[in-house]
């Protein structure tokens, strides 16, 4: 069920959509879970128990493409050799305009800007900032990595 229009001022002047998806009471819809209906992606942003005992998730939908299967490049060093390479493999990544998740950890976090993408990395590599990742329409370097439940990367266009 469509909610409302959402300002997106830092991006653009469009109004992204907010839904109210509604599930069964018992089910759960956290903070930054993903909902699919049909072939659409939800980005949950809170939920709660309704009185009628609905359980309501406020969502976002998400912008195609939502998940792509990229080439990540590590860059990695040999202290024996004194030389710098990088290795490449091919993972599945989940990716979202910066604004639908970020957080800034202290005033030194580099700032987000117009453009930048929150990319969902598996735990199957180890993303470090300096690293560089092949999306479908570019490279983007990845700038800082959190620890979730995945690599949560802030990238930028390389």
């Not at 819809?29 to 993903?34: E, N």
């Amino acid at each position: 069920m469509f909610s409302k229009y959402v300002p997106d001022s830092d991006n653009n002047s469009k109004y992204p959509p907010q839904y109210q998806v509604f599930l069964a009471g018992t089910e759960e819809a956290p903070s930054d879970s993903l909902i699919h209906l049909d072939s659409r992606w939800f980005l949950v942003k809170q939920s709660y128990l309704s009185t009628s005992g609905l359980r309501v998730a406020l969502a976002n939908e998400l912008e195609e493409p939502t998940f792509e299967t990229i080439s990540f490049g590590s860059k990695t060093y040999d202290p024996i050799t004194d030389t710098s390479g990088t290795s490449s493999s091919t993972v599945k990544i989940l990716r979202v305009k910066w604004s639908e998740h970020f957080t800034y950890l202290s005033q030194g976090s580099e700032n987000y800007q117009r453009g930048d993408q929150q990319i969902f990395v598996p735990k199957t590599v180890t993303p470090k900032p300096s690293d560089t990742l092949t999306l479908s329409d570019g490279v983007w370097r990845i700038l800082s990595v959190q620890n979730e439940a995945t690599w949560s990367c802030h990238a930028r266009r390389a």
